[in-house]
């Protein structure tokens, strides 16, 4: 192994310990769209997502919505909503979804340039 192949491998199990907590519950998934450009979310991120962590109100999660794997803002209180971080927010009511799965809640993005 030369220097630069050990350079690799310890930025490598760097960024690995910086990002993943608990490698059995985490995954990466990566984003499409523009919804949660204001929380530094950019189209074709990678999301880091982590099954373990349960989300609190204002976390941004990873969910099924009718078979479709959206990334929102969920919002506890009264009611629970899924809300958008862009400049033309939507809310989702929760309660009014049938088919409905929080999958995990992103911990880090990863965005691409």
Do not use: W
Not at 37 to 53: M, T, W
């Amino acid at each position: 192994m030369n220097l630069r192949e050990g350079s690799t491998i310890r930025f490598a199990s760097f960024i690995n310990d910086l990002l993943i907590k608990r490698s059995s519950s985490t995954f990466l998934m990566r984003y499409k769209g523009n919804e949660m450009i204001y929380s530094g979310i950019k189209n074709n991120a990678i999301l880091v997502i982590d099954r373990s962590v349960k989300p609190k109100n204002n976390s941004i999660i990873v969910a099924s919505v009718e078979g479709q794997f959206i990334c929102r803002r969920i919002l506890i209180g009264k009611r629970m909503r899924l809300n958008t971080d862009c400049h033309k927010n939507k809310f989702l009511d929760i309660e009014k979804i049938i088919d409905f799965e929080i999958l995990g809640t992103v911990t880090s993005s990863i965005n691409i340039y």
